[in-house]
Structures are given as structure tokens and as C-alpha cells.
């Protein structure tokens, strides 16, 4: 495919990474920007190519979110890159099974896990807040932690992929017991685990557009940096604000994609 796009489609490329580095480092979902931006603005490239060039953009603001939060957050590393390991081995498993899923009958079953997912926290608005005071996670804990958000979520990602920051945001709260801020700064670290496959993998196949997708990537990179630095200034308040819009827009977007219009 030729990449001779117009400047200004470029600039609107560039200016869709940046909020999705923003959003995608707050607390996941980046995709739900990113991705249709790229499809509009690609029209002619195959689906390989558009899936290719996002994982190369998308990578770099999660890494960069990934480093502001490691210098500024308190995150446990080790469970972080543990759960991130076995992601990784989850989303190949996931993706070598993508072909022969009819994503059609997953969406309903995701769009009600949401739905349940926005219920409880409207429904208990102290969730992620603050973290248990000196609690540590037990060994049963980080296993959960593994199983679910590891294998699990990473399973999923290779399978079908939208909201999966948004879903181990939520897992690494639930099960270890963690505020939103240091959640989303753990979540970011396993993302960086498995995009790593993914685009050793497309990078391989030669479907990145890298002239599309290094001026993208600056401006993800920028827009994660600004994301998790707002972040970490406004705590886990703003980041469950984020959550609550971030869940709705997955739903309305699974939902589009189901029904249509």
C-alpha cells in the first residue's frame, strides 16, 4: 500500500494518538480512539496493516506511561512484570485462536460484563479510591492476579482486544486490593508486556506503515507522558471518573459494532 496521505490527515492521525496516549494511560481504552481514527484514516490499507501500525503507535505511550508511573507511584514491579508475563502468553494463545471465533457472539457476553462492571461502581463509589492501609497481597492473591488478569485478560486481548487496559485497571483493584492510580500504573506495565509479542509479530509479517506510525507515536508518547502525570497530580478520584466514561464508550462501541445503527 502507498502511504502518501495528505498533511492534514496526518496532523488528525497525530492529534487522535495523542488522546489516546492520554486516555490509554489514565486508565485504558486508548484503542477506542486510536483504531476507527486509523481506519478512517487508511482507507486503502488492509485490516493487517491498520492493526499493525496502531500496536507500533500505541506501544510507545503505554511505555512511557508505564516509566512515569514507576518513578512516581509505589508499584509493586515484581507482581507487576509476573502478571505481564503470563499476558503475554495469554494474548498469543488468545490471538492464535482469533480466526476461528465469531467475535459476534462474544460482544453480548462482553457488553454485559461491562454493564455489571458500571453498575458496581456507581453502586460503590469508595472502590479504588485508597488502597487497603499496609496491606500486602498474599501469594493466593498475586496467583489470582495471574490467572485472571494475567492469562485471562491477555487471553482476551489476543482474542478480540477492546478495553483490555480497562478490564486489568479493574482486576488489579479488585483482587490485590490497589487504588485506581497504582492499578492503572501496574496495568500499564502488563500492556507493555503484551504489545511487545504483538508487534515483533506484525513488525515480522511487515505490516507496520512506519511512516505513518513514527510521527503517531511521538504524539501517543507524549499524550501517555501528560496522562499519567495527570494522573498521579489528581489521584484516584479523577481516575474513576475517567473509568465510569471510559466503560460507557466500550459499550456503546461494542454495541455499534453488534447492531449498528
Keep these: 500500500m502507498s502511504t502518501d496521505i495528505s498533511l ?3 496532523l488528525l492521525l497525530c492529534l487522535a494518538a495523542a488522546g489516546a496516549g492520554w486516555v490509554d494511560a489514565v486508565v485504558g481504552g486508548g484503542g477506542l480512539v486510536q483504531l476507527p481514527a486509523l481506519l478512517v484514516g487508511l482507507p486503502g490499507a488492509p485490516p493487517v496493516q491498520v492493526l499493525g501500525t496502531n500496536k507500533a503507535v500505541a506501544i510507545c505511550g503505554t511505555a512511557a506511561a508505564a516509566v512515569a508511573y514507576a518513578r512516581r507511584a509505589p508499584l509493586d514491579l515484581r507482581t507487576a512484570f509476573r502478571v505481564g508475563l503470563a ?3 495469554g494474548s498469543l494463545a488468545g490471538a492464535s485462536l482469533a480466526a476461528g471465533i465469531d467475535s459476534a457472539v462474544l460482544r453480548p457476553l462482553i457488553m454485559a460484563v461491562l454493564l455489571a462492571v458500571l453498575a458496581f461502581l456507581l453502586l460503590r463509589p469508595s472502590f479504588g479510591v485508597t488502597a487497603r492501609a499496609g496491606e500486602v497481597p498474599t501469594r493466593r492473591r ?3 492476579a495471574v490467572l485472571v488478569a494475567g492469562l485471562g485478560i491477555g487471553f482476551y486481548d489476543g482474542l ?10 479493574l482486576a488489579l483493584a479488585g483482587i490485590l486490593h490497589m487504588d485506581l492510580v497504582s492499578a492503572s500504573g501496574t496495568a500499564k506495565i502488563v500492556n507493555v508486556c503484551t504489545n511487545v509479542g504483538a508487534l515483533v509479530t506484525f513488525t515480522l509479517q511487515g505490516a507496520v506503515l512506519w511512516q505513518v506510525a513514527v510521527p503517531m507515536a511521538l504524539c501517543n508518547l507524549t499524550g501517555g507522558a501528560v496522562g499519567a502525570r495527570m494522573a498521579l497530580k489528581r489521584g484516584s478520584g479523577f481516575v474513576r471518573g475517567v473509568l465510569v466514561v471510559v466503560v460507557v464508550a466500550l459499550v456503546c462501541k461494542l454495541a455499534l459494532d453488534q447492531w449498528g445503527w
Excluded at 478480540?160 to 485497571?169: E, K, Q, S
Design 87 to 89: 499476558a503475554l502468553g
Design 8 to 10: 492534514t490527515t496526518l
Design 142 to 144: 498475586v496467583a489470582v
Design 160 to 169: 478480540i482486544g477492546p478495553g483490555t487496559g480497562t478490564f486489568l485497571v
